[in-house]
Structures are given as C-alpha cells and as structure tokens.
C-alpha cells in the first residue's frame, strides 16, 4: 500500500528552525518530483514547494512567502524527503503535508496525513 | 501569479443529486486543472486531474471539464462519502495556486 509519512512537527519559537521528514513506503521515492503543502488552522491549501526527482535535476521550486527561508531536500536511498524551516514566524503556524507529484504534471496524487507545526513564544 | 477563484464557496445537497462546483483562473492556464477532497481533520485526497494526461483517482461519479480559464467539477448521484471541501489547483505554471474551496453538505 502507498503511503507517506510526515513527521517532525512541534510546538517551535519564532526564530527558530524545524526540519520535517516525509517518508515513502510502498513506492520508490526516488521516481517522483516531491512537494509540500501547508494548510493553516481554519484555512485552505498553500503550496510552498517542490523537488523534481534526480533524473530530472534534483531542482527546487518555492513560493515567494518562503524562498530563502524554507528549502526541500530529499534522501532517495532512505526514501525520504525533507522540509527545512529557518527563521519560523507566528503565520507559519499549519498543518503541513508531503504529496507525491503525479505523473510529472506537478499535481498531487498521494498526500501523507500531515504534520503539525506550532510557532509560538 | 495565477488566481484561481471557485464557487460556490458552499453548496447543500441531497443524496442522488448532481453537484457542480466551477473554478476559474486568472489568466489562460491551458487545461492544466486538477481537483481535491477534504475531510475535516484529514489530509486532501486526489479527485481528478484533466491536463494532457488524465488522470481520475476517484469514483466514475466525478467528472472534470473545462480548458483556457473556466473549469467544472461534477458530481453525479452525490453519495453520503461525498462530503467535504473541494479544491482545484492549477499546475500551469510556478507557484502552483489552490482555489479557495468549495464546501459540499450533504442534506
């Protein structure tokens, strides 16, 4: 069965940083271009980024509210990717979820049940 | 960037019923649109892709359309699972944009 797992969230201060891990099971990550998206309490989606697989460069692609402060990464021969917070703030506050691209047409076609991340003094 | 605006933003509706729910971008993206479920305290759950290469990962009931600015997703014969809010998403181009939602109420 096809699954992601996110994992990683907490309770973190302004300022401060958290990584989150997304691990595949049931596929072979490394296939796939990877993204995340947030979803902030009483809110719809928001996308911040995605990473194309390594046949197709490995590359980035962030949304303006968190280039330079966030960055995606993966570890293929663990099956795992990962979201890397820097300098969080109060409005970072959300659910965040890993999803596979779909058919390399940058939709997203399996979500993990996600992660909560609390920014807060 | 791209905006994609959906409406309604809710809808009521009985059992057996057809549902429409319409998403239109802010400029020509093409037919690149693709549709979500959400359950209230659950992750999205993937409906329906209708760019160049379709995809459906929902029940027959769901059909997307639509190409340049105006999209539609429909439900036929709404069923009680069918609950939730709807989004579509454009992968036209980065930074790829959800609409804001469309909550479906089952009767």
């Known amino acids: 069965d096809e699954q992601l797992v996110e994992s990683g969230g907490g309770l973190v201060q302004p300022g401060r940083s958290l990584r989150l891990s997304c691990t595949a099971s049931?596929?072979?990550?490394?296939?796939?271009?990877m993204g995340w998206v947030r979803q902030a309490p009483g809110k719809g989606l928001e996308w911040l980024g995605f990473i194309r697989s390594r046949p197709y460069g490995g590359t980035t692609e962030y949304a303006a509210s968190v280039r330079g402060r966030f960055s995606i990464s993966r570890e293929d021969s663990k099956n795992i990717a990962y979201l890397q917070m820097n300098s969080l703030r109060g409005d970072d506050t959300a659910v965040y979820y890993c999803a596979r691209d779909g058919h390399k047409n940058w939709y997203f076609d399996l979500w993990g049940r996600g992660t909560l991340v609390m920014v807060s003094s | 960037d791209i905006q994609m605006t959906q409406s309604p933003s809710f809808v009521s509706a009985s059992v057996g019923d057809r549902v429409t729910i319409s998403c239109q971008a802010s400029?020509?993206?093409?037919?690149?649109v693709s549709w979500y479920q959400q359950k209230p305290g659950k992750a999205p759950k993937f409906v329906i892709y209708?760019?160049?290469s379709f995809r459906s990962g929902a029940a027959s009931r769901f059909s997307g359309s639509g190409s340049g600015t105006d999209f539609t997703l429909t439900i036929n014969d709404l069923q009680p699972e069918d609950f939730g809010t709807y989004y579509c998403?454009?992968?036209?181009?980065?930074?790829?944009?959800f609409g804001g939602g469309t909550r479906v109420e089952i009767k």
């Open positions: 049931g596929f072979i990550l490394g296939q796939h271009a």
């Open positions: 400029q020509d993206i093409d037919n690149s």
């Open positions: 209708i760019g160049p």
């Open positions: 998403q454009q992968s036209e181009s980065f930074p790829l944009t």
